[in-house]
């Protein structure tokens, strides 16, 4: 992707997501990966594909187990009804 790229797709991630602290991050190397953030944490990634003459814009986003809030333990299943 290049750099007008990067910044129209981060644009339109903007207002679809209602975040300005969306950000992306240019790839240190050519041909790698444009980085996703979210203030400075990485979340995914974005990748451009260019077929049959159309272009779209792929977002991976990773979520880590350790990231994630504990599980809660499942509430008691209901007392079942009896016959009247």
Do not use: C, F
Request: glycine content about 4%.
């Amino acid at each position: 992707m290049n750099k007008s790229d990067i910044e129209r797709v981060q644009a339109y991630l903007r207002r679809l997501l209602g975040s300005e602290r969306i950000n992306l991050l240019p790839p240190a190397r050519a041909n790698m990966s444009v980085e996703v953030a979210v203030n400075d944490e990485v979340i995914g990634t974005i990748h451009k594909d260019t077929e049959d003459g159309e272009t779209s814009y792929a977002v991976h986003i990773t979520v880590l187990e350790e990231d994630l809030p504990p599980v809660r333990p499942a509430a008691p299943a209901p007392a079942p009804r009896g016959k009247r």
